[in-house]
C-alpha cells in the first residue's frame, strides 16, 4: 500500500488507499458509516493577523496533528509509506497545469516543514488525511490559498491514472468551505467517467496563523467534511498557541 505524504490531503495516498480496499470495483461509499471527529466549537474562520516569521519543528507539528485516540472507535491508523515522486494527475489544457501541479505535489510549495496522518473507518471508507504545512508566515499562508483558490477555478476536469486500475475522469468544482480556521476553501474530485467513475473526494484548505491545514474525506458521507475540519482546527490551534505559534 503507497501513500504518498503530498500536498494538500495527500490526495494520491488517499485514492491510492481506496484502490487498494476496492479493487477496481466502482465505490460504492460506507455501507455502515464511521462518525468522524468532532469537538464541540463554534465556526472560527477569522481575519488572520499577520505572523511570523516563525520557525517550526516537525515535532511540533506532528503534535498539533489529531492522533488516532482523538477518533471515534472504528477508525484505524494507516501505515506511512511515502510514494514521493508519483504523478497520477494531469490535464491536456495548459489552464489545468497549476492545479495539476499542485495535486502532484509532495508537499506544499515553499513549505518548510510539512507532516500528515491518514486513517480509515474501514475497507469502504471514510478514507481521511490531515496535513500541516508551516509556511513560515501568515502572509505565505494567504498567497497559497488564493494559488490555490485561482487553479480549481481555472480547471474543471482533471485525469487520475493509477497503476493498475486505469484513467479515471475527475470533475474540479469549488464547494462551501468548513467555517474553521483562516479563510478556509474547499473543493471536490468526482469521477465523471473511467474505472472510478461516482468516487467523490472532498477536500478543505484553511490557515492557522503560519501554517496551513488540509484536510481530505474521500467516501465519505454529508457533513463529515465539516467535522473533520472543525477537529483538526481545534487541535492544531490549541497545539500551536502552547508551543508559542
Known sequence: ???????????????????????????????TPTPTPSVTATPTESTPTETGPVKRSKTELTK??????????GFSEEEDDPAEGSTPFSAPTSKCKPLVKLLNADEAPDSKRSVHRSFSGSQE????????????????????????????????????????????????????????????F??????????????????????????????????????????ATEAAVEKARTTLTKTGG
Not at 149 to 169: F, L, N
Request: one cysteine or more; hydrophobic letters at 40%; a negative charge.
Open 1 to 31: 500500500m503507497k501513500l504518498a505524504s503530498s500536498f494538500p490531503l495527500a490526495v494520491a495516498a488517499v485514492l491510492s488507499l481506496s484502490l487498494t480496499a476496492c479493487g477496481d470495483d466502482k465505490p460504492s461509499g460506507a455501507s
Open 64 to 73: 498539533a496533528l489529531l492522533e488516532l485516540k482523538e477518533l471515534p472507535s
Open 125 to 184: 471508507g471514510p478514507y481521511i488525511d490531515f496535513s500541516l504545512d508551516s509556511m513560515s508566515t501568515s502572509k505565505a499562508v494567504r498567497e497559497l490559498q488564493t494559488s490555490y483558490k485561482e487553479a480549481v477555478a481555472s480547471c474543471k476536469k482533471v485525469t487520475m491514472r493509477m497503476e493498475g486500475a486505469g484513467s479515471t475522469q475527475m470533475e474540479v468544482v469549488e464547494t462551501a468551505a468548513p467555517q474553521f480556521g483562516d479563510e478556509p
Open 186 to 227: 474547499a473543493f471536490k474530485l468526482t469521477g465523471v467517467s473511467g474505472p472510478k467513475e461516482g468516487l467523490e473526494f472532498d477536500a478543505a484548505i484553511t490557515g492557522i496563523g503560519d501554517v496551513i491545514l488540509a484536510v481530505g474525506v474521500l467516501a465519505g458521507q454529508p457533513g463529515e467534511l465539516d467535522g
